[in-house]
């Protein structure tokens, strides 16, 4: 049973890297990108999340990021968030690298998070570049500026920009060093980030998915676990094997 191969294979690795997309967040209540209901509903990425669509209308993007803080800031990190923490704890060699950017990872106790796209909790000048965290009240103006006074922008990645180098090379080290590799709740469209598990299969790791839907990744996959990451995430990275998950539809390479 897949569920059992997956836990199998947790147990006998060394090294562990996940990495989350916003699959992750949707039974907090947050929604996604892609699925129908998804962020993106009546927008294209690009007229968004890209410097040319803020540099267009910057008070229409903050105002964007705004309401995404505020949704956030009503939601609660899940039971797969937490697992993902609480697995941290115990495991000797653990990277957990998110696309996320909603902070979830950490408030649900997650110590060293690879935010690799950024988070919507910083903000950064787009003159003197300097860079602001814990955004917990709304800013004065829309879009605020700096002291600098050059306008403040979200402190994410967009479309078309790079990541953090560090970062990046290390999500890449991680994902080349782990022989697990858990790719949860994300469809995989977005580079580089979708490139870290090929990074993982091409090393012989064992490369487990947990999603709702098919992706690119589940035919390659070792193990694709079809099902929601609050259930999914405790049921693989708990000390127990939970009892009656024998239902879980999955497939085994
Ligand atoms: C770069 C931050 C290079 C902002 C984000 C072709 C054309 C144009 C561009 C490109 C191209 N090919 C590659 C590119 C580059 C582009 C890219 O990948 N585009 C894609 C769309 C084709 N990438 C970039 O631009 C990156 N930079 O490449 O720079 C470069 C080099 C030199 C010089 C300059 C540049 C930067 C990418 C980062 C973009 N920023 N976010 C913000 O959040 O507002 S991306 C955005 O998508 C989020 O971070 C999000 O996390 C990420 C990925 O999406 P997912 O997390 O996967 O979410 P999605 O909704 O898609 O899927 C949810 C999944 O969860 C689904 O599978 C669903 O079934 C599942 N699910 C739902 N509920 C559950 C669940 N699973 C389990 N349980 C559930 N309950
Ligand atoms: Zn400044």
């Known amino acids: 049973m897949s569920l059992h191969e997956a836990r199998r294979r947790l147990a006998a690795a060394r090294s562990v890297a ?5 699959g992750g967040s949707a039974e907090s209540g947050i929604p996604t990108f892609r ?3 998804g962020l993106w509903k009546g927008f294209r990425p690009e007229d968004v999340a890209s410097p040319e669509a803020f540099a267009r209308d910057p008070g229409f993007v903050w105002d964007w990021y705004e309401a995404r803080r505020r949704t956030v800031a009503a939601c609660e990190p899940n039971a797969g968030h937490r697992a993902l923490a609480d697995f941290e704890r115990r495991c000797g060699s653990f990277t957990l690298i998110t696309q996320n950017v909603d902070g979830l990872h950490t408030r649900a106790g997650s110590r060293r998070v ?5 988070s919507l909790w910083r903000v ?3 003159g003197c570049g300097e860079t602001r965290e814990e955004l917990r009240t709304p800013l004065p103006e829309v879009p605020p500026r700096c002291a600098c006074g050059a306008l403040l922008r979200p402190g994410v990645v967009w479309f078309g920009e790079t990541l953090d180098p560090a ?14 590799f858990l ?3 994300t469809s995989g469209q977005v580079q580089p980030a979708a490139s870290l598990a090929e990074a993982a299969l091409a090393r012989g790791a064992a490369v487990v998915e947990i999603n709702l ?6 035919p390659r996959a070792t193990v694709a676990l079809r099902g929601g990451c609050a259930a999914l995430l405790p049921a693989l990275l708990l000390p127990e094997a939970p009892t009656g998950m024998q239902d879980i539809p999955s497939k085994e390479r």
Not at 167 to 180: G, I, N, P, Q, T
Not at 213 to 218: A, D, F, G, K, S
């Open 167 to 180: 970062l990046l090379a290390e999500a890449w080290r991680a994902a080349e060093s782990a022989d697990f």
């Open 213 to 218: 839907e098919p992706t690119p990744l589940t």
């Open 114 to 118: 690879l935010e690799i796209h950024g």
């Open 18 to 22: 996940v990495l989350t997309g916003a």
């Open 124 to 126: 950064r000048c787009t």
């Open 35 to 37: 699925d129908a209901a």
């Open 183 to 185: 790719v949860a709740g």
